[in-house]
Nanobody
Framework: QVQLVESGGGLVQTGGSLRLSCAAS????????MAWFRQAPGKGREFVAT????????YYPDSVKGRFTISRDNAKNTVYLQMNSLKPEDTAVYYC?????????????????WGQGTQVTVSS
């Protein structure tokens, strides 16, 4: 049974930082790409960041590039999302996801398993 458990969300002021963590279990962690998505109230799920199984490839949309950094520790079966210079428009529930393979992808349908989500709220 694959499980993904996110942590690290919370309330932060504009310009602040948060680090999200996602602990994975139930499959060979290093064999699969991981990603973070987010969903704001009334909006669809949005791609935030992805990292390959080895950690050698990463990709971000323009909305977070230069502010967010995805990383992984395959020894700890954990993926992280460091979020800096946060803006009110970053407010959302953040989900980590595990891919069907080791290559990065930006579409939600490329990811098989999902965590329960963690709330990030950025106050203005």
């Amino acid at each position: 049974q694959v499980q993904l458990v996110e942590s690290g969300g919370g309330l932060v002021q504009t310009g602040g930082s948060l680090r999200l963590s996602c602990a994975a279990s139930g499959r060979t962690f290093s064999s699969y790409a991981m990603a973070w998505f987010r969903q704001a109230p009334g909006k669809g799920r949005e791609f935030v960041a992805t990292i390959s199984g080895s950690g050698g490839y990463r990709y971000y949309p323009d909305s977070v590039k230069g502010r967010f950094t995805i990383s992984r520790d395959n020894a700890k079966n954990t993926v992280y999302l460091q979020m800096n210079s946060l803006k009110p428009e970053d407010t959302a529930v953040y989900y980590c996801a595990s891919a069907t393979g080791s290559l990065i992808g930006v579409s939600a349908n490329e990811y098989t398993y999902w965590g329960q989500g963690t709330q990030v709220t950025v106050s203005s």
